[in-house]
């Protein structure tokens, strides 16, 4: 493994590093608990986060001139670029499938020659959002809970929970639906509870509620089905349940300020 860092160095509990890894940061590196960065992969840019339960599989490439910032609960698929080179901020909850591109610029031919593509923008991605596989994507602003089918090759921004697919990549929602559909709140207590009981995780220490008034207890994990928070205490169990939710079941992000 070779790791250089130039500023903040910080990698959290349980998180693994491949030895087969290459790091390369000019600022701050800071990853998350219970996170993965897998063999082959190398991230070479100004600076990097990346929050809990992230996953960088095997030969990915994360390169460019600014910052990559990845939230919690990230899944990134084998061979995938990541280019910084306009910056590249990504919210919680969002997959990237195997062997895609994410671009922040284009540029190659001679300005001197009168070349007109020499341009960077920033990538914005927002909550919940799934590029399915071997999608080539521009410097957008993808909205959350929107989708990318697999081969989509997209260049325009992509709206809240709609589903793009194509070359280019344009709407399908109409003909294939949306990524979500409505849940009630009595069905995704009855869910969690079901997850709780197929995890084998120690219910004692584990609780599913709708309201944070509720969390009452610096022993006890709370998994707030509302606004999809949940108390960090880091125990076994509560790694042990959120392990068991993901990738596909459901995905928690930490309570700030919690009690």
């Not at 990134?76 to 990541?82: E, F, H």
Request: glycine share 10%; aromatic share 8%.
């Amino acid at each position: 493994m070779t790791i250089k860092v130039g500023g903040i160095k910080k990698i959290g509990k349980n998180t693994i590093i491949s030895e087969a890894a290459l790091i390369d940061i000019e600022g701050d590196f800071i990853v998350g608990d219970n996170s993965y960065i897998g063999p082959g992969v190398k991230i070479i840019c100004h600076s990097f986060k990346m929050g809990d339960y992230g996953k960088i599989h095997d030969n990915c490439l994360i390169y460019g001139y600014k910052h990559c910032k990845l939230g919690h609960n990230l899944w990134v698929g084998g061979n995938t670029i990541i280019d910084t080179i306009g910056g590249v901020d990504i919210g919680d909850n969002c997959g990237i499938g195997a062997y895609s591109q994410m671009w922040t610029h284009m540029r190659y031919g001679d300005t001197l020659e009168g070349c007109k593509w020499n341009s960077s923008a920033p990538l914005v991605v927002e909550k919940d959002v799934w590029f399915v596989g071997h999608c080539i994507v521009s410097p957008i602003v993808a909205k959350s809970r929107s989708m990318a089918m697999v081969g989509s090759v997209v260049t325009k921004n992509m709206e809240h929970n709609r589903t793009y697919g194509g070359v280019p990549a344009t709407d399908v929602t109409d003909k294939v639906g949306s990524q979500f559909g409505d849940v009630t709140i009595e069905q995704k207590v009855s869910k969690m509870i079901d997850y709780l009981q197929e995890s084998g995780a120690n219910k004692d220490v584990i609780r599913i509620i709708t309201d944070n008034n509720d969390i009452r207890d610096d022993r006890i994990s709370y998994f707030n089905v509302t606004d999809r928070t949940y108390t960090k205490r880091l125990s076994n169990e509560e790694i042990k349940f959120i392990n068991y939710l993901l990738p596909v079941r459901a995905k928690f992000t930490p309570l700030e300020g919690q009690k």
